[in-house]
Antibody
Protein backbone atom coordinates (compact mmCIF):
# COMPACT_ATOMS: atom_id res chain seq x y z
CA UNK A 1 0.00 0.00 0.00
CA UNK A 2 1.00 3.63 -0.31
CA UNK A 3 3.38 4.85 2.37
CA UNK A 4 5.26 8.04 3.19
CA UNK A 5 7.91 8.14 5.91
CA UNK A 6 9.45 11.44 7.03
CA UNK A 7 12.72 11.92 8.88
CA UNK A 8 15.11 14.67 9.86
CA UNK A 9 13.15 16.62 12.45
CA UNK A 10 15.15 17.97 15.38
CA UNK A 11 15.66 20.76 17.89
CA UNK A 12 17.43 23.68 16.20
CA UNK A 13 18.36 27.20 17.32
CA UNK A 14 16.77 30.27 15.74
CA UNK A 15 18.63 31.13 12.54
CA UNK A 16 19.68 27.52 12.07
CA UNK A 17 19.12 25.09 9.22
CA UNK A 18 17.64 21.62 8.83
CA UNK A 19 16.88 19.14 6.03
CA UNK A 20 13.76 16.99 6.11
CA UNK A 21 13.39 13.85 4.02
CA UNK A 22 10.38 11.80 2.94
CA UNK A 23 10.61 8.28 1.51
CA UNK A 24 7.71 7.21 -0.69
CA UNK A 25 6.55 3.74 -1.68
CA UNK A 26 3.49 1.97 -3.08
CA UNK A 27 2.68 4.39 -5.93
CA UNK A 28 4.26 5.87 -9.06
CA UNK A 29 6.24 8.67 -7.43
CA UNK A 30 7.13 10.53 -10.62
CA UNK A 31 3.47 10.86 -11.60
CA UNK A 32 2.51 13.12 -8.70
CA UNK A 33 3.11 16.54 -7.28
CA UNK A 34 4.43 16.10 -3.74
CA UNK A 35 3.74 18.48 -0.89
CA UNK A 36 5.06 19.51 2.49
CA UNK A 37 2.50 20.50 5.11
CA UNK A 38 3.07 21.55 8.71
CA UNK A 39 0.96 21.67 11.84
CA UNK A 40 1.92 23.90 14.76
CA UNK A 41 0.90 22.75 18.25
CA UNK A 42 -2.86 23.14 18.69
CA UNK A 43 -3.37 24.43 15.14
CA UNK A 44 -4.71 23.05 11.88
CA UNK A 45 -2.56 21.90 8.97
CA UNK A 46 -0.83 24.55 6.83
CA UNK A 47 0.33 24.07 3.24
CA UNK A 48 4.07 24.87 2.98
CA UNK A 49 5.37 23.91 -0.45
CA UNK A 50 4.90 21.59 -3.40
CA UNK A 51 6.87 20.32 -6.38
CA UNK A 52 5.85 18.82 -9.72
CA UNK A 53 6.71 15.28 -10.72
CA UNK A 54 9.66 16.29 -12.84
CA UNK A 55 10.76 19.10 -10.49
CA UNK A 56 10.01 21.76 -13.10
CA UNK A 57 7.50 23.63 -10.93
CA UNK A 58 7.82 24.55 -7.26
CA UNK A 59 5.52 26.64 -5.08
CA UNK A 60 5.94 28.07 -1.59
CA UNK A 61 3.79 29.64 1.10
CA UNK A 62 4.60 33.31 1.60
CA UNK A 63 5.72 32.56 5.16
CA UNK A 64 8.60 30.35 3.98
CA UNK A 65 9.43 31.87 0.57
CA UNK A 66 13.17 32.50 0.31
CA UNK A 67 14.01 30.41 3.37
CA UNK A 68 12.80 26.90 2.43
CA UNK A 69 13.69 24.88 -0.68
CA UNK A 70 11.75 21.82 -1.83
CA UNK A 71 13.38 19.17 -4.03
CA UNK A 72 12.96 15.52 -5.00
CA UNK A 73 15.06 12.61 -6.22
CA UNK A 74 12.83 10.42 -8.38
CA UNK A 75 15.49 7.71 -8.62
CA UNK A 76 15.25 7.32 -4.85
CA UNK A 77 11.49 8.01 -4.55
CA UNK A 78 12.39 10.73 -2.08
CA UNK A 79 11.21 14.24 -1.28
CA UNK A 80 13.23 16.84 0.62
CA UNK A 81 12.73 20.17 2.37
CA UNK A 82 15.79 22.31 3.09
CA UNK A 83 14.97 24.86 5.77
CA UNK A 84 17.19 27.80 6.69
CA UNK A 85 16.92 30.98 8.78
CA UNK A 86 14.55 29.07 11.01
CA UNK A 87 12.29 31.01 13.36
CA UNK A 88 10.34 30.05 16.47
CA UNK A 89 7.13 30.21 14.43
CA UNK A 90 8.44 27.40 12.19
CA UNK A 91 8.04 25.01 15.13
CA UNK A 92 5.62 22.31 13.97
CA UNK A 93 5.16 18.72 12.93
CA UNK A 94 6.06 18.56 9.24
CA UNK A 95 4.20 16.10 7.00
CA UNK A 96 4.81 15.08 3.42
CA UNK A 97 1.75 14.25 1.37
CA UNK A 98 0.89 13.14 -2.14
CA UNK A 99 -1.14 15.70 -4.08
CA UNK A 100 -4.07 14.26 -6.03
CA UNK A 101 -6.50 15.94 -8.42
CA UNK A 102 -6.41 19.00 -10.62
CA UNK A 103 -4.80 22.43 -10.39
CA UNK A 104 -7.46 24.00 -8.18
CA UNK A 105 -9.24 20.90 -6.91
CA UNK A 106 -6.38 19.02 -5.28
CA UNK A 107 -6.62 16.93 -2.17
CA UNK A 108 -3.86 15.15 -0.21
CA UNK A 109 -3.62 11.40 0.24
CA UNK A 110 -1.76 9.78 1.87
CA UNK A 111 0.13 11.73 4.53
CA UNK A 112 3.24 10.55 6.31
CA UNK A 113 3.42 10.14 10.08
CA UNK A 114 5.20 13.49 10.47
CA UNK A 115 8.51 14.68 11.88
CA UNK A 116 8.82 17.29 14.65
CA UNK A 117 10.84 20.45 14.12
CA UNK A 118 11.40 22.59 17.20
CA UNK A 119 13.08 25.98 16.86
CA UNK A 120 14.23 27.22 20.24
CA UNK A 121 17.34 28.59 21.92
CA UNK B 1 -8.52 34.21 11.77
CA UNK B 2 -9.07 31.14 9.57
CA UNK B 3 -10.24 31.56 5.98
CA UNK B 4 -12.52 28.55 6.54
CA UNK B 5 -13.98 28.78 10.04
CA UNK B 6 -15.44 25.65 11.64
CA UNK B 7 -17.13 25.21 15.02
CA UNK B 8 -14.45 24.48 17.64
CA UNK B 9 -16.25 21.41 18.91
CA UNK B 10 -19.29 19.19 18.47
CA UNK B 11 -20.38 16.28 20.61
CA UNK B 12 -22.88 13.46 20.61
CA UNK B 13 -23.73 10.15 22.16
CA UNK B 14 -23.00 6.84 20.44
CA UNK B 15 -25.39 6.28 17.54
CA UNK B 16 -26.29 9.95 17.14
CA UNK B 17 -25.80 12.07 14.03
CA UNK B 18 -23.53 15.09 14.17
CA UNK B 19 -22.66 17.66 11.52
CA UNK B 20 -19.64 19.92 11.11
CA UNK B 21 -19.88 23.10 9.07
CA UNK B 22 -17.12 24.75 7.03
CA UNK B 23 -17.92 28.37 6.18
CA UNK B 24 -16.23 29.89 3.15
CA UNK B 25 -16.54 32.91 0.92
CA UNK B 26 -16.65 33.97 -2.71
CA UNK B 27 -12.94 33.35 -3.17
CA UNK B 28 -12.99 29.69 -2.13
CA UNK B 29 -16.06 27.48 -1.63
CA UNK B 30 -18.40 30.09 -3.11
CA UNK B 31 -16.22 30.29 -6.23
CA UNK B 32 -16.99 26.66 -6.95
CA UNK B 33 -13.81 25.06 -5.67
CA UNK B 34 -14.16 21.57 -4.25
CA UNK B 35 -14.10 20.87 -0.52
CA UNK B 36 -12.25 17.95 1.02
CA UNK B 37 -12.33 16.65 4.59
CA UNK B 38 -9.68 15.06 6.80
CA UNK B 39 -9.91 13.13 10.05
CA UNK B 40 -7.08 13.40 12.57
CA UNK B 41 -7.32 10.90 15.40
CA UNK B 42 -5.26 11.61 18.55
CA UNK B 43 -1.49 11.44 18.00
CA UNK B 44 -1.86 10.54 14.32
CA UNK B 45 -1.49 12.26 10.95
CA UNK B 46 -4.49 13.66 9.05
CA UNK B 47 -6.28 11.09 6.91
CA UNK B 48 -8.42 11.84 3.85
CA UNK B 49 -12.09 11.28 4.67
CA UNK B 50 -14.04 12.97 1.85
CA UNK B 51 -12.82 14.37 -1.47
CA UNK B 52 -14.56 16.29 -4.22
CA UNK B 53 -17.26 17.49 -1.81
CA UNK B 54 -19.07 14.14 -1.53
CA UNK B 55 -16.80 11.22 -2.49
CA UNK B 56 -15.46 8.67 0.00
CA UNK B 57 -12.08 7.00 -0.54
CA UNK B 58 -12.02 3.23 -0.42
CA UNK B 59 -12.18 2.02 3.17
CA UNK B 60 -14.00 5.04 4.63
CA UNK B 61 -17.32 3.92 6.18
CA UNK B 62 -20.51 5.25 4.62
CA UNK B 63 -21.35 6.76 8.03
CA UNK B 64 -19.33 9.73 6.81
CA UNK B 65 -20.85 11.98 4.15
CA UNK B 66 -20.08 15.39 2.71
CA UNK B 67 -22.16 18.11 1.11
CA UNK B 68 -21.65 21.58 -0.29
CA UNK B 69 -24.04 24.44 -0.92
CA UNK B 70 -23.27 28.04 -1.79
CA UNK B 71 -20.36 29.32 0.27
CA UNK B 72 -20.31 26.50 2.81
CA UNK B 73 -19.83 22.77 3.16
CA UNK B 74 -20.74 20.19 5.78
CA UNK B 75 -19.51 16.85 7.03
CA UNK B 76 -22.05 14.53 8.61
CA UNK B 77 -21.28 11.55 10.82
CA UNK B 78 -24.22 9.21 11.36
CA UNK B 79 -24.17 6.40 13.89
CA UNK B 80 -21.44 8.14 15.89
CA UNK B 81 -18.89 5.74 17.39
CA UNK B 82 -16.28 6.17 20.12
CA UNK B 83 -13.53 5.64 17.54
CA UNK B 84 -14.69 8.79 15.71
CA UNK B 85 -13.29 11.03 18.46
CA UNK B 86 -10.71 13.35 16.99
CA UNK B 87 -10.25 16.52 14.96
CA UNK B 88 -11.82 17.15 11.56
CA UNK B 89 -10.61 19.69 8.99
CA UNK B 90 -12.06 20.96 5.73
CA UNK B 91 -9.78 22.06 2.87
CA UNK B 92 -10.29 23.99 -0.35
CA UNK B 93 -8.55 26.35 -2.77
CA UNK B 94 -8.65 30.11 -2.28
CA UNK B 95 -8.17 32.33 -5.33
CA UNK B 96 -7.44 35.47 -3.29
CA UNK B 97 -4.58 33.71 -1.50
CA UNK B 98 -3.63 31.67 -4.59
CA UNK B 99 -3.24 28.59 -2.45
CA UNK B 100 -4.81 25.71 -0.62
CA UNK B 101 -6.35 26.47 2.75
CA UNK B 102 -7.53 24.38 5.68
CA UNK B 103 -10.39 25.00 8.05
CA UNK B 104 -9.88 25.93 11.69
CA UNK B 105 -10.75 22.41 12.77
CA UNK B 106 -13.53 20.82 14.83
CA UNK B 107 -13.02 18.48 17.75
CA UNK B 108 -15.59 15.69 17.88
CA UNK B 109 -16.33 14.26 21.31
CA UNK B 110 -18.37 11.12 21.92
CA UNK B 111 -20.14 11.42 25.26
Amino acid sequence: QMQLVESGGNLVKPGGSLRLSCAASGFTFTAHYMTWMRQAPGRGPEWVSDISGGSRYTNYAESVQGRFTISRDNAKNSLYLDMSSLRAEDTAVYYCARKVGGRYEAWYDPWGQGTLVTVSS
Amino acid sequence: QSVLPQPPSVSGTPGQRVTISCTGSGSNIGAGYDVHWYQQLPETAPKLLIYGNTKRPSGVPDRFSGSKSGTSASLAITGLQAEDEGDYYCQSYDSSLSGYVFGSGTKVAVL
